[in-house]
């Protein structure tokens, strides 16, 4: 193809090129036969058409159906090449090439700024979201490329077509007209997270609507060309509310209700103040401030559905820190909305790790079925979604196709997040500033719920300078102080970290119930693994009845073995001393009447305080003893900093450590707001100038992305032999021909989760764990060094042991 006069041609207004009629092609295709090839090709035409119309219908919740349909229009437009149309024949050897840059360009060219948000899109929709530019930027950017290309040899071009011309030429003849842009979302160029998430919102639109259309078409055959995946249902919230509001009643009842009756009256004003605030306010933030067991599960989805009704909320997302947490509140909200209830079996979906896998399992339907059930998580169709913390705020900061898929859904959502004291407080501006901009513009209520609710208000200042609304959150309790009030008599704090207790001394005193009229049920919540593992070891080794241990040194399958053999013990009053790591805390639903807390984190110590004397039904006051472990060491970082935050602000109370138990510290809500403010303030929040500061500054969502991490990705993850005939079975697998096949691999790693350990990276190629490790291989080609592999085997010589768990060569110290 002759490439003389492409740029007089590219600068020209769309009405004034040329038609030349000289196409090779008569019909231009955008993919392949279906049916492993024996099935029907899909044209262009089509694909475009319907990708379009899709993510024009997924944006109208989103006021930019105009940009959703161009982008749609113009994404593939680089497939209606020659190179692109030989590289679908039979037998081609035509390598891919970029069919996406093309489309980018014409849309800042032919819509100027206004086209800007779809030009990034399309730009993006293999390769991911790249950098927020002006629009003359990008159309200068893209023009080079175009330009570079033309002058390449064939045989080292990069683009299918440099050629615009004849691109356009050809999309015209297939019957296409440019469609009129007048109104969407143009950057504002002064409040980076906003401008940015605006961005994403729309790419997912187009994402999804092209994900959506290539599926029908590769799930057809000859006999029926085109098999769409099943609709999630829709949320119908008057009908579910109805349910929310029968279980609530049950749940009160004197037959099924284990709370004692000042609690039963904490719940119910809960519950009327979230069903007032969720009719008589706008969607934006609010804040549910409430002590554990004062029913915020099912408040709070009350709330979700009552305000869905008042503004015709489309959906509620249900965002929780811990797979724990979502594993006991998938139970209690499936059985609300369950099929005998007149529910549809996908009403309730949950999107982590525990539950993706590779969507192309044979045995499973496409429009019914476990599978359904995996693919509605894939963009969140569905009226209620369960997820993670992980999940859903990496996705709002993502650049991926795969992970913004899902985006479009929030728009006009009730998002409700649990514990969110658990926000990592240098990742709490851009997360505050981006869910503020969701708010603002796409019509969403976001509600951050915890007993322990920060003080993120306090940031409003630098929330504002990202997102325009800031941070000013509508609190829907009407009174904190009378809701925690039953809190503070529940429990009797003692707080004893002056002075260090050895661990023998420790040990007795669990043992022997000292000072609890011989307590056999006792929970010690230590800062590190390390300290967990030699307490749990002391009491092991003396035989002392119910000892038991729980960390993330454990497995999935171990930690839920242990969890409910806990639970089991609890209800039948038999001895239990339970000896855990942090991760026993935020939201996990069990109760003693006796809790230890090595000295730490002020709000992580209210959070222990939840797991005592929850439902308030001891005769006495359950106990709470705050101590210092004899060798006390804590996890660097913002862990050591809340730490000596706790200490500095409990001195500023004034009173020594023995007579710190007569103030009400933990049930106050004022006080938590103080503490956190001091601690915003000594720890900088807010004024970070790290990698993400700076990806945020140069609108790059690649960086972004990547420097936006919830958790530490530096993990490894071991396959473990908890569970003996699981393990020789996944092992078993992995030496299987067909293992190397992407579908096999993500099947292989659904199902060894549950059965693996997560540890961090050891720094050093000496560190005493990879003597009990090796990689497991995914690729037969690139053999991958113990130094690149994410995933291991434990070698036979390694000890899995039935009480602590993984043991040998980990020197890592967090829980």
Known sequence: ???????????????????RKNNTMAKFLAHSKNGDGTGVVELLKTHLDRVANRAADFSLALGFSQQARVAGLLHDLGKYSDQFQRRLLPGSNERGRDHSSAGAFLATQCYKAIGLLPALAIEGHHIGLQQLLTWKDIQGQIGEKLKADAERPRSEKVLTESDCGLLIERFRDDGFVFPKLTDGICPTGTHDLADMLDVRMLFSTLVDADFLETEAHFNGDASQPRRERSKGSTLAPKIALEAVRREIDKLASPVRTEAAPELLVVRKMLYEDCCNVATTHQPGIFTLSAPTGAGKTLSMLAFALRHAVKHDLRRVIVVMPYLSIIDQTASIYRDIFSERNGFAPNFVIEDHSNVRSDSDDDHDSVTDGPRLDRLLAENWDAPIVLTTSVQCLESLMAHRPSACRKLHRMAKSVILFDEVQSLPRELAVPTLATLSRLCERFGSSVVFSTATQPAFDHLDEFVAKQAIPGWKPTEITSNAAQLFAPSASRIKVCWRHDEAIAWESLADEIESGEGHAGAKQVLCILNVKRHAQHLATLLHDREVEGTLHLSTNMCTEHRMAVMKTVKQKLEGSQPVRLIATQCIEAGVDIDFPVVYRAFGPLDSIAQAAGRCNRNGKLK?????????????????????????????????????????????????????????????????????????????????????????????????????????????????ETEQDEFHNPKAIRSWIRKARPHAVSLYRPRTSDSPLWNYIEPIQFSRKNERSVSEATWFIAIPSATYDPLLGWCDGDDSWVC
Not at 9 to 19: D, G
Not at 699 to 725: H, T
């Open 620 to 732: 006495d006051a359950g106990t709470l003893h705050v101590f210092k472990p004899e060798d006390a060491v804590f996890p660097q970082g913002g862990y050591k900093q809340a730490v000596e935050t706790t200490r500095s602000f409990l001195k500023r109370l004034g009173a020594p450590a023995h007579k710190l138990d007569s103030i009400n510290i933990l049930n106050n809500p004022k006080l938590l707001r103080n503490y956190y403010e001091q601690l915003y303030e000594l720890t900088g929040t807010g004024k970070e100038d790290g990698d993400l500061a700076r990806a945020i500054e140069e609108c790059d969502f690649g960086d972004v992305a990547k420097n936006y991490r919830l958790i530490d990705d530096n993990s490894i993850n071991i396959l473990v032999p908890y569970d003996e005939l699981a393990f020789k079975q996944l092992c078993d």
């Open 1 to 19: 193809m002759p490439l003389i006069g492409w740029a007089t041609r590219l600068l020209q207004p769309i009405n004034t090129v040329p038609s």
